[in-house]
C-alpha cells in the first residue's frame, strides 16, 4: 500500500522506502513529484481545466516546447492522453495520406492494447495489419520479409518501436532501420516511429531516430511527456495529411489543458538539463552492475532476461523485500530509472538484483 512519494522513492504503510525503478512504467522520467511539473498542473487545474476546442495559453506552450524535441520539418498534430490513441491517430494520418490500409509491424513491439495497435505486434490477426519478424530474430529475416511483403501488398506505413521492451529490450539497429526506410521510400510508405519510450533522451540521444540518423514521417511521443500525468503526442512531416474530414485527429481529451500543462513544464525542465550526459551515466552505472547477465537496452531502459521463465514473479517479490521496485513480463525484468534518479542508490539497487537474480535463479 504505498502512501507516498518523491523523486525516485515510494513509501508504503509501514513507513518503508522502496527504489522505484518501475517509475510508472517509465511514464515518471523526473521523479515522483517533480515540483515544476507540480506546480504548473495546480495553477492550471485552478485556472482552467476543462476539455473543449478553445485556444489556451498552455496549449501554446506545449506545442512551442514539442517543437524543440521532434525533428525539424514536423508540426505538432495534438497532444492525447495515451501512447494507444497517438497511435490510432498516426494510423489514420498514414492511411488517409496514402490511400492505402495495409500495415506492417513487428512481432514483440508493443504499441497499445486496442484491436489494431495490438494486431501489429502479433498479438491479434487483423486482415490489414502484417505482422514481420521480431528484431531478435536479426537483421537479414527482417530485410527478407520486408521487401517480399512491400513487393506483394501496397503498404500504407512501416511502424517500428526501436526498442522492444516488452519483447525482451532488441533494437531494431543500423543495418535493420536503413531498410525499413529504403523500402519505405522505394514503395510510396509512411515510416512511423513510435518513440513512447525512447524518446525524450531515454535512449541518451534526442529520440532513437536521431541516433540513427533518420527521420521518419511520423513520430509519436508518450511515457514521460508529462512526468506521469496521462498525456502523449503525435508530430508529422509538414504538409501530412492532417484534415478533420480524413484523419478526424480529435477527440474529448484532446489537448486537454492539465496534459498540455504537463508536458510544457516537463519538457522546460528537460531543456534545462543535460539530459544526455545524465543518462550516460545511469547507462554506466547499470552496465557495470548488471553487465555480466543477460541484459539488453541502452540508456535509462533495460531488460533483463531470466535463464528459464515462470519466476519473474518471485524475482520480483525477492527485489520488493530488498527495497527495489520493478516490472516484469514474460521473461523480462524491466528496469526504467527516472533521470534524476541518485546514482549511489542506482548502484546499491543493481547490487541487490545482481543478489536476487543469483539467489533466484542460480
Known amino acids: 500500500m504505498i502512501t507516498g512519494a518523491h523523486g525516485e522513492w515510494l513509501q508504503d504503510a509501514s513507513g518503508r522506502r522502496l527504489l522505484d525503478l518501475c517509475a510508472g512504467y517509465g511514464s515518471i522520467w523526473l521523479g515522483h513529484r517533480h515540483p515544476e511539473v507540480e506546480g504548473a498542473l495546480s495553477r492550471q487545474l485552478q485556472a482552467y481545466a476543462a476539455p473543449g476546442y478553445l485556444p489556451f495559453e498552455a496549449l501554446e506552450q506545449a506545442r512551442a516546447a514539442l517543437s524543440r524535441f521532434i525533428p525539424q520539418g514536423h508540426f505538432v498534430g495534438g497532444i492525447y492522453s ?19 490500409r495495409d500495415v506492417a509491424g513487428f512481432a514483440g513491439s508493443t504499441h497499445g492494447r486496442s484491436f489494431v495497435t495490438a494486431a501489429i505486434g502479433g498479438a491479434d490477426a487483423v486482415p490489414f495489419v502484417h505482422t514481420l519478424p521480431p528484431f531478435s530474430a536479426g537483421a537479414a529475416p527482417i530485410l527478407q520479409a520486408l521487401g517480399e511483403l ?80 496521462p498525456a502523449s503526442a503525435v508530430a508529422l512531416k509538414q504538409g501530412f495529411a492532417w484534415d478533420r474530414e480524413r484523419v478526424h485527429p480529435g477527440s474529448t481529451y484532446w489537448n486537454h489543458p492539465l496534459a498540455c500543462a504537463g508536458v510544457a513544464a516537463t519538457l522546460e525542465v528537460l531543456e534545462r538539463v543535460d539530459a544526455a550526459a545524465r543518462v550516460r551515466q545511469i547507462e554506466r552505472t547499470v552496465t557495470d552492475g548488471l553487465g555480466h547477465l543477460a541484459l539488453r537496452g541502452r540508456g535509462a531502459m533495460w531488460c533483463l532476461e531470466s535463464p528459464r521463465g515462470g519466476r519473474q514473479r518471485e524475482f520480483a517479490d525477492a527485489l520488493l523485500r530488498s527495497g527495489v521496485l520493478v516490472s516484469y513480463y514474460d521473461r523480462y525484468t524491466r528496469l526504467l530509472p527516472p533521470l534524476t534518479i541518485d546514482l549511489k542508490a542506482l548502484e546499491r539497487a543493481c547490487d541487490a538484483v545482481a543478489a536476487t537474480h543469483a539467489d533466484t535463479f542460480g
Request: aromatic share 6%; net charge negative.
Open 82 to 100: 495515451t501512447g494507444m490513441e497517438a497511435m490510432e491517430t498516426a494510423l489514420r494520418a498514414a492511411w488517409a495520406h496514402t490511400g492505402r
Open 150 to 229: 512491400a513487393g506483394r501488398v501496397k503498404l500504407a506505413a512501416i511502424v517500428v518501436e526501436p526498442v522492444q521492451m516488452t519483447g525482451g529490450g532488441y533494437e531494431l539497429g543500423r543495418e535493420a532501420c536503413e531498410c525499413v526506410f529504403a523500402v519505405a521510400a522505394q514503395h510510396g510508405a509512411a515510416v512511423i516511429f513510435d518513440e513512447t519510450l525512447t524518446g525524450l533522451h531515454r535512449c541518451g540521444a534526442r529520440s532513437y531516430a536521431d541516433a540513427m540518423g533518420v527521420v521518419p514521417d511520423i513520430v509519436v511521443l508518450g511515457k514521460g511527456l508529462a512526468n506521469g500525468f
